[in-house]
């Protein structure tokens, strides 16, 4: 289209989604850089892979090579572009980009079962791991030594820890578990900070004491994640159900139990909204309503392609009675973007506050990108708050 | 051959009960849950002129049995809410599931399955009916948080 001014404009189709296939097997786990121009993934081996954006394309640059054990967790510090990696050989190591290669220095995390999960402080100078030795590890570096410590996280963990996240304050540290618990615990090092200032999960927070511990949700809590304020936490759990709760003097949970598969991971992407994905392949979203403690279902967040209806003849109709004892004309293809169940979610652009961007990958191979301004104007009846 | 001459009681022994990091779940109070009320539902059962069979359902949906320690509540609790599965007629199946919320139909899958452990006579077919109506009031969902309670009916 040419405007009078004879200049040559070009409308640019937003997509609401936007899916790129790596690899054949599942992405075990994915972290971004700070300028989401390369990631870093784990292609369900030892290894840890990173690729760079190119135009439409994906090169790889690096293959990070140093763990004995399928890679479980990565995390990528934005400001001081370290990577951490841990793996199920019990071991973390933190990459540091020296010229064009990552070079890793070994973390003793001081466990005996496999690491599981491993995420930064908002401030990047520690980061804690979670493991199937039934405690965390928060580790910190100490100057004197030039050598990570860790410090563990033991009471009242009775099982695996499958997922954390980090509270903005740098101290407070949600973390899910096997033992069918959401707990918020305090990972304040004195070492490294100050003494935060009080929140609304309280105000002493030693070393590993515990903010808030959930009851009410059975299975095992998969995905957990603090709101950009850090007054809310929500987690998803094994029995199907995604439970938000509110830190105040007696903290206020709610919890909603959904007619499908369970979800794997969650985030906030504003104060009230949230977006979960698991085991259904698609991303759905949920809406908080703190004046009534309520947790609502928002909409499945998947526009799937318009299939066409084909008639069907009475001999296929019958031949569907005799295999499957019903009529029914749905054949048993996954109309979502993504062909397996999706394992992490990540905010791309816009923080949990006001994300515009995120990105969810699978045990498909694949990743798929989300513009959720798109995605609210091609759904009605969706309302993002 | 050679003969076993040393002990095998070793094999008999459950090593886990002597793992000090075992799992053990919260005991809740499970004393005053005696199930639902037998003598209630009997009579909206069998109350004339109309049975009353929608209140029966959710008469024997009450006071489910979940921490009871004594299995024989248990037992009794579950063979209650066959007896009103097996009263109502094939047609009002989905009303009566209809007339369940959230967590009425989650208790009446935990019944469902509990039932299908024990099949009787017809029981699997009058289930299986109940089955398909629940699960399309309850998704998938309600089957999962079936199989993940650790406390059940």
């Known amino acids: 289209m040419i405007d009078s001014g004879g200049v040559l404009c070009v409308f640019l189709e937003e997509a609401a989604m936007s899916y790129h296939s790596f690899l054949l097997e599942p992405i075990s786990c994915h972290a971004w850089n700070k300028d989401r121009t390369q990631i870093a993934l784990c292609p369900n081996n030892h290894e840890v892979h990173i690729y760079k954006k190119d135009g439409n394309n994906w090169s790889k640059i690096h ?4 763990h004995n054990g399928q890679v479980t967790g990565i995390d990528w510090a934005p400001e001081s572009n370290r990577i951490v990696t841990c793996g199920t050989d019990r071991n973390a190591y933190v990459w540091t980009l020296k010229g ?7 973390v003793i995390l001081r466990i005996n079962r496999a690491a599981r999960c491993v995420k930064w402080s908002p401030k990047e100078n520690k980061f804690a791991v979670g493991s199937g030795s039934r405690l965390i590890s928060v580790c910190y570096f100490e100057k004197d030594n030039d050598w990570w410590v860790c410090k563990h996280i033991k009471k009242p963990i009775r099982s695996t820890i499958l997922c954390l996240d980090w509270h903005p304050n740098n101290v407070l540290l949600a973390a899910g578990s096997c033992d069918f618990k959401c707990r918020i615990f305090s990972a304040y090092i004195k070492e490294v900070e100050e003494k935060p200032a009080p929140t609304a999960w309280g105000s002493k927070m030693p070393f590993g004491e515990v903010m808030f511990e959930s009851t009410g949700t059975a299975g095992w809590v998969h995905g957990v994640c603090f709101s950009d304020s850090g007054n809310r936490v929500a987690w998803a759990s094994h029995d199907s159900t995604v439970a938000v709760a509110e830190g105040g003097k007696t903290a206020v949970c709610a919890s909603l139990t959904s007619e499908t598969l ?7 992407i504003t104060e009230n909204s949230l977006v979960a994905a698991g085991h259904d392949c698609y991303p759905v979203l949920f809406v908080y309503d703190s004046n009534k403690a309520a947790l609502s279902f928002g909409g499945k967040l998947d526009v799937p392609k318009q299939s066409a209806q084909k008639g069907m003849t009475a001999r296929e109709r019958f031949q569907n009675l ?8 749905k054949e048993a293809v996954l109309e979502s973007v993504h ?7 990540s905010i791309l652009n816009g923080g949990k506050a006001q994300c515009a961007k995120f990105c969810t990958t699978g045990m498909d191979g694949g990743m798929t990108i989300w513009d959720v301004k798109t995605l609210e104007s091609a759904m009605k009846d969706l309302k993002i708050v | 051959m050679s003969k076993n001459t040393v002990s095998d009681r070793f094999r008999k022994v459950d090593v886990d009960e002597y793992d000090e990091n075992k799992f053990v779940d919260e005991e809740d109070g499970g004393e005053n849950q005696l199930g639902p009320d037998e003598a209630e539902v009997d009579s909206l059962i069998r109350s004339y002129p109309f049975r009353n069979l ?7 949906l009450k006071n489910p049995p979940i921490n009871a320690k004594n299995q024989n509540v248990k037992d009794r609790a579950e063979g209650l809410v066959l007896k009103v599965l097996s009263s109502f007629k094939a047609s009002d199946i989905e009303k009566a599931v209809q007339s369940l919320d959230k967590t009425g139909v989650d208790l009446l899958m935990k019944y469902i399955y509990k039932g299908f452990e024990k099949p009787s006579d017809n029981s699997s ?3 299986l009916q109940w089955h398909e109506k629940a699960l399309s009031a309850g998704g998938v969902g309600s089957i999962v948080r079936v199989l993940t309670a650790r406390k059940t009916v």
């Open chain 1, 63 to 66: 293959v990070l090579k140093e």
């Open chain 1, 100 to 106: 064009d290669a990552w070079k890793p220095t070994l």
């Open chain 1, 262 to 268: 369970p979800l794997l991971c969650v985030t906030f």
């Open chain 1, 322 to 329: 005799d295999k499957k004892a019903t009529t029914d004309s």
């Open chain 1, 339 to 345: 062909k397996n169940s999706i394992s992490q979610i």
């Open chain 2, 54 to 60: 929608m209140g029966a359902l959710q008469a024997v």
């Open chain 2, 125 to 127: 077919a009058i289930l």
